[in-house]
Structures are given as structure tokens and as C-alpha cells.
């Protein structure tokens, strides 16, 4: 089946006047599924080059730990890096940024999400981005949501909050098996209760695809 589980939401109290005189930034999230697996740092470092990516914000890393090598074989040393560890064979996220564009002012790690609160050198605009990977299981759901509520709650910077969630907030990006009703409108009310703004993907409808030959 495929679904479409990687969100990008925005939350910002700026003013429209504001907004303009703003650096624009490109950001990448991406569950990598495994950044060990063949061709995957290459196809990450091709991104990052060929879009001009300046933060990056991976999920599913698969991976305990990285050596000092191993970060800076991957954007050829022009970024900094942070990490939080997988769990055995699941889970782990990085986010590297241009040392150029971003200072790192503080790093959060939790159960569901890893945030840096940044400040960007050319205009001292300070903001925070929190790469989220949801759990698969069900069960976890309301936990997961209770984590990122209240990590917001306690929030007073705008904020980009993306990744994969696990979680969808229409019918139709599922595209085939049983829609669940409660789960929907629990990831809704999360989105509507902290005033998200989501960031529609352009492309393919659908983030993965279990290694299909034709994707939708």
C-alpha cells in the first residue's frame, strides 16, 4: 500500500511585512530508510548540491551513531551536524545545516522528534525546526501527539515542523485499505489546535511506494 505519511507544517506569528524582508531557505525532509543502504549518501549529496539545500532533516536513519568522517563525507564538510540514535534497526534522525547560513543555538532530542532552535547569520532571524518520525504502531498514536503538544505548547519562536508523522489527515492520501476515521481527525484537531499551516508537496502524490515499479 502506499501512504502519504511526510508532513510539512509551518507555524510563524511574524506579519506579512516581515515575511518579506526574510532569507528564504530551502529545507529537505526525508525518510531515508536506512542511510547505510546502497547509493543512498550519494543520492543525498546529489540532492543537497543540485537543490541548493541549505538544512536537512532526515528520518529513519537506521543508525546508532556516526563518526566525524561519516558527517562530513556527506555535504563535503560545509555542514554541521546533529544526530539522535536508532533503536536496533529502526528509527534514528540527523539534521545537518549550512554553517554559513545557521548558527545552532540549542538542540532537543525526544521520543518522537529531534528540534534545533537557529539563528540565521546574514539577517539574526532566530527560528526552530523539529524533524519528527511517528511511530508505526497504533497504539503509540496518542502518545506521539501528547509529545509533539506539548513541545509546542512550550514553544515562543516560529517554527517548521515536517517529516513522517505516520499519520494522514485526508482519505485520499491513503489509496487503498481501511481509513481510520479517529486517527485522522486526532492528527487534524493536533494541526488546528497549534494554528499549523501545512505545505502541500509537489510531484508524486504519494511519498513511498514499497519499491514499486509504477508508483501513483
Known amino acids: ?23 528564504q531557505m530551502k529545507v529537505l525532509f526525508w525518510n531515508i530508510r536506512g542511510i547505510r543502504a546502497k547509493g543512498r549518501s550519494k543520492q543525498l549529496m546529489d540532492m543537497v548540491a543540485e537543490q541548493h539545500i541549505d538544512l ?52 532537543e532530542i525526544g521520543e518522537f522528534f529531534m528540534s534545533l532552535v537557529m539563528i540565521q547569520r546574514k539577517d539574526q532571524f532566530t527560528w526552530e525546526v523539529i524533524n519528527v518520525y511517528g511511530p508505526a504502531k497504533q497504539s503509540k498514536r496518542r502518545i506521539f501527539l501528547e509529545e509533539l503538544n506539548q513541545k509546542l505548547d ?20 491513503k489509496s487503498r485499505g481501511k481509513v481510520d476515521i479517529h486517527r485522522m481527525e486526532d492528527f487534524n484537531k493536533f494541526v488546528a489546535d497549534h494554528e499549523l499551516i501545512e505545505l502541500h508537496r509537489l510531484g508524486q502524490k504519494f511519498t513511498w511506494t514499497n519499491k514499486q515499479i509504477c508508483p501513483i
Not at 12 to 22: A, L, R, V
Request: hydrophobic share 35%; aromatic share 8%; net charge negative.
Open 154 to 173: 512550550k514553544g515562543v519562536l516560529p517554527v517548521l515542523i515536517g517529516g513522517d508523522f505516520n499519520l494522514y489527515r485526508f482519505s485520499n492520501e
Open 1 to 23: 500500500g502506499k501512504e502519504k505519511g511526510e508532513k510539512t507544517v509551518l507555524k510563524s506569528e511574524e506579519g506579512e511585512g516581515e515575511k518579506k524582508n526574510k532569507v
Open 56 to 107: 536537512v532533516c532526515l528520518q529513519e536513519t537506521m543508525k546508532e551513531g556516526f563518526t566525524d568522517k561519516e558527517l562530513i563525507a556527506l555535504c563535503e564538510n560545509c555542514f554541521t551536524w546533529h544526530y539522535s540514535a536508532a533503536r536496533g534497526r529502526s528509527g534514528g534522525m540527523l539534521i545537518g545545516l549550512k554553517e554559513d547560513q545557521l548558527e545552532v543555538l540549542s538542540v
